[in-house]
C-alpha cells in the first residue's frame, strides 16, 4: 500500500524559515502530481503549492509565490516544500498529497479531488 508521510513542521517566528518534506513509501507507481495543501483553525482546506512530477510544472496559490518553493527528489522518493518568509497567516496544519495515477491536466493540480493518497499533516505554526 502507498503511502505518504510528512515531516519538518513546527513553531517558528515571522520571518523565519522551514522545509517540510514529503515521503512516498510502499509499492511504486506513476507519481504523475504531488501537492501540498493546508488547513487553519476553522478553515477549509486550501490549495498551496503542486508540481507536475515528470514535467517540473509548479503552481501556487498566490499568497504564497515568491516565498515557497515545491520541489521533488526522484531519487530519494522525497517532495519538499521550502517555506521562507513565514507569516502568522502561514499557521495551519500542512498536508501532502500524490496522485497515484493517470496525468491530471495541470490547471487541476490545485484541486483536491486530483489526489488519491493524502498524508495525515504536519503542524506549522508561525508565532508573532
Known amino acids: 500500500q502507498v503511502q505518504v508521510a510528512e515531516s519538518g513542521g513546527g513553531l517558528v517566528q515571522v520571518g523565519d524559515s522551514l522545509r517540510l518534506a514529503c515521503t512516498i513509501s510502499?509499492?511504486?507507481?506513476?507519481?504523475?502530481?504531488m501537492g501540498w495543501f493546508r488547513q487553519a483553525p476553522g478553515k477549509e482546506r486550501e490549495f498551496v503549492a503542486a508540481?507536475?512530477?515528470?514535467?517540473?510544472?509548479?503552481s501556487y496559490t498566490d499568497s504564497v509565490k515568491g516565498r515557497f518553493t515545491i520541489s521533488v527528489d526522484n531519487a530519494k522518493n522525497t517532495a519538499y516544500l521550502q517555506m521562507n518568509s513565514l507569516k502568522p497567516e502561514d499557521t495551519a496544519i500542512y498536508y501532502c498529497?500524490?496522485?497515484?495515477?493517470?496525468?491530471?491536466?495541470?490547471?487541476?493540480?490545485?484541486?483536491?479531488?486530483?489526489?488519491?493518497?493524502w498524508g495525515k499533516g504536519t503542524q506549522v505554526t508561525v508565532s508573532s
Open positions: 510502499g509499492r511504486t507507481f506513476s507519481r504523475s502530481a
Open positions: 508540481t507536475n512530477w515528470s514535467r517540473r510544472h509548479t
Open positions: 498529497a500524490a496522485r497515484s495515477y493517470g496525468n491530471p491536466i495541470l490547471s487541476s493540480l490545485g484541486q483536491k479531488e486530483t489526489y488519491d493518497i
